[in-house]
């Protein structure tokens, strides 16, 4: 059975800090996607990782995966108080199903 | 603009009652998915679709089942709803052409489900 864990679960950091999300996945996978959710509002796409040693940027955030430690990350550079929002990965599942394995999510909160 | 409707967006309703959730979108993609978030639990998939004559169940149907009426329209029912089944309901869409975006999926706007 497919699983994807994330750490930390819950992250309050002051802004200009630096922090990495972990995205950990039990089974084999090369595509992993990055998403991002405010309060009661719906997910929006950040970063699609197609391949191992894929990396993606954009503004303050970037991810990356490795598909042989079974792991992607997301770096936060020099946090500002809009980043503020429960960060979600997911994995495809075995090949050939189209379907997402989400992770339980990370909910940043950024101090001014 | 292209995109992936819910209605309706907010929904009170009693025990054991039948309740339908509409999911429309205009992005032409082939591939529908209803997913299920509850506080602390991230996302869980209910079923998907990858075309019309293809329904799938995901990790948690039980109590729900679903119609795909067209490419464009895919609808969760609740048959008898129950007060564990309060949730935020998401639909999703992705395109099954597009391997430059592997199997990015696309979000509705989202239910909010409450059964008393």
């Known amino acids: 059975e497919l699983k994807v864990e994330q750490n930390p679960l819950f992250l309050s950091m002051q802004e200009g800090k630096n922090y990495t999300i972990y995205c950990n996945y039990s089974?084999?996978?090369?595509?992993l996607y990055w998403y991002r959710q405010d309060p009661g509002k719906s997910l929006e796409s950040l970063f699609v990782?197609?391949?191992?040693?894929a990396v993606k940027q954009e503004g303050r955030l970037m991810a990356s995966l490795d598909t042989k430690a079974r792991l992607s990350t997301l770096h936060i550079t020099a946090a500002v108080h809009d980043l503020s929002a429960t960060y979600f990965c997911a994995v495809d599942a075995p090949s050939g199903t189209y379907k997402y394995i989400f992770g339980t999510g990370t909910r940043l909160k950024v101090l001014a | 603009d292209a995109d992936v409707t819910q209605t309706p967006r907010n929904r009170i309703t009693k025990t054991g009652k039948r309740i339908m959730l509409e999911c429309s979108q205009t992005k032409g993609h082939d591939r529908m998915y209803w997913y299920r978030q509850d506080p602390g639990l991230g996302l869980r998939l209910i079923y998907y679709?990858?075309?019309?004559?293809?329904?799938n169940k995901g990790e948690i149907s039980d109590g729900y089942s679903v119609s795909r009426q067209a490419q464009a329209k895919f609808s969760l029912s609740l048959e008898s709803a129950i007060p564990n089944q309060t949730a935020l309901y998401f639909c999703?869409?992705?395109?099954?052409?597009?391997?430059?975006?592997?199997?990015?999926?696309?979000f509705g706007p989202g239910t909010r489900l409450t059964v008393l």
């Open positions: 999703a869409t992705s395109d099954l052409t597009s391997g430059r975006l592997g199997n990015e999926q696309f």
């Open positions: 990782l197609l391949s191992n040693g």
């Open positions: 679709s990858f075309d019309v004559k293809d329904i």
């Open positions: 089974t084999t996978s090369d595509r």
